[in-house]
Antibody, heavy 120, light 111 residues
Framework: QVQLQESGPGLVKPSQTLSLTCTVSGGSISSGSYYWSWIRQPAGKGLEWIGRIYTSGSTNYNPSLKSRVTISVDTSKNQFSLKLSSVTAADTAVYYC????????????WGQGTLVTVSS | QSVLTQPPSVSGAPGQRVTISCTGSSSNIGAGYDVHWYQQLPGTAPKLLIYGNSNRPSGVPDRFSGSKSGTSASLAITGLQAEDEADYYCQSYDSSLSSYVFGTGTKVTVL
C-alpha cells in the first residue's frame, strides 16, 4: 500500500519561502507509471492544484502560482518537494501531496496533509 | 479559481438518493475533459471516489455513481448512509487556464 507523508515547517514568515517534502513509502517514486503533485486547501475553502513532477524531472505548474513555485524530486530518498516563494497570508493552507497515474489526470493516493501558516 | 460550480449543500434522509451537480464550461467539461470526484471526510484528506466520469476505484461502494453530459457532470449517492456525511469535490482540466481545476465543493448532510 502506497503511503505519502508531508513534512516541513508549520509556520513561515511573510515574504519568505515555504518548503515542504513528501516522502513516499510502499512503492518507488522512480516508477514511470506515475507523477507526483502538490494540492492545497485554505481552511474552510476548496482545493487548488499547485503543480506536478514526473520522475524525469519534467514539471507542470498552475499558471496562477508558476512564478513562485518549484517542485523537485529526489529519487534516492523517494521524496519530492515543494518550494513556494514570497509567501503571504493568502498562502496559509493545508498542503497535500498526491500521486497521479501517468496519462491520466486524477490522484489516487494522497498524504494526510500538513497545515502551513504564514504569519509574522 | 473555482470554474466548476457545485451546490454548497445537499441533504437527505438515510436510504434516500441525493445528487450533486458540477457545472463547467466549454473550456473544461464541455471540451471533453474527464470529470473525477473526491470525498473528503471531516479533518481528512480527499479520497478518490469516481474517476473518468463514471468509474469507481476498488473498494468504493456501488452506491456511488457518476455521469457526464455536455458541460456538466453529476455524482449520485443512493441508499444514503450516515458515513456519507462529507464534502464532495468534482475535478477536471481547463484548457483556458491550462490547469487542473476543482469544483466549489458540496457538503452532504444526512438528516
Amino acid at each position: 500500500q502506497v503511503q505519502l507523508q508531508e513534512s516541513g515547517p508549520g509556520l513561515v514568515k511573510p515574504s519568505q519561502t515555504l518548503s515542504l517534502t513528501c516522502t513516499v513509502s510502499g512503492g518507488s517514486i522512480s516508477s514511470g507509471s506515475y507523477y507526483w503533485s502538490w494540492i492545497r486547501q485554505p481552511a474552510g475553502k476548496g482545493l487548488e492544484w499547485i503543480g506536478r513532477i514526473y520522475t524525469s524531472g519534467s514539471t507542470n505548474y498552475n499558471p496562477s502560482l508558476k512564478s513562485r513555485v518549484t517542485i523537485s524530486v529526489d529519487t534516492s530518498k523517494n521524496q519530492f518537494s515543494l518550494k513556494l516563494s514570497s509567501v503571504t497570508a493568502a498562502d496559509t493552507a493545508v498542503y497535500y501531496c498526491a500521486r497521479g497515474l501517468r496519462y491520466f489526470d486524477w490522484w489516487d493516493y494522497w498524504g494526510q496533509g500538513t497545515l502551513v501558516t504564514v504569519s509574522s | 479559481q473555482s470554474v466548476l460550480t457545485q451546490p454548497p449543500s445537499v441533504s437527505g434522509a438515510p436510504g434516500q438518493r441525493v445528487t450533486i451537480s458540477c457545472t463547467g464550461s466549454s473550456s473544461n467539461i464541455g471540451a471533453g475533459y474527464d470529470v473525477h470526484w473526491y470525498q473528503q471526510l471531516p479533518g481528512t484528506a480527499p479520497k478518490l471516489l469516481i474517476y473518468g466520469n463514471s468509474n469507481r476505484p476498488s473498494g468504493v461502494p456501488d452506491r456511488f455513481s457518476g455521469s457526464k453530459s455536455g458541460t456538466s457532470a453529476s455524482l449520485a449517492i443512493t441508499g444514503l448512509q450516515a458515513e456519507d456525511e462529507a464534502d464532495y469535490y468534482c475535478q477536471s482540466y481547463d484548457s483556458s487556464l491550462s490547469s487542473y481545476v476543482f469544483g466549489t465543493g458540496t457538503k452532504v448532510t444526512v438528516l
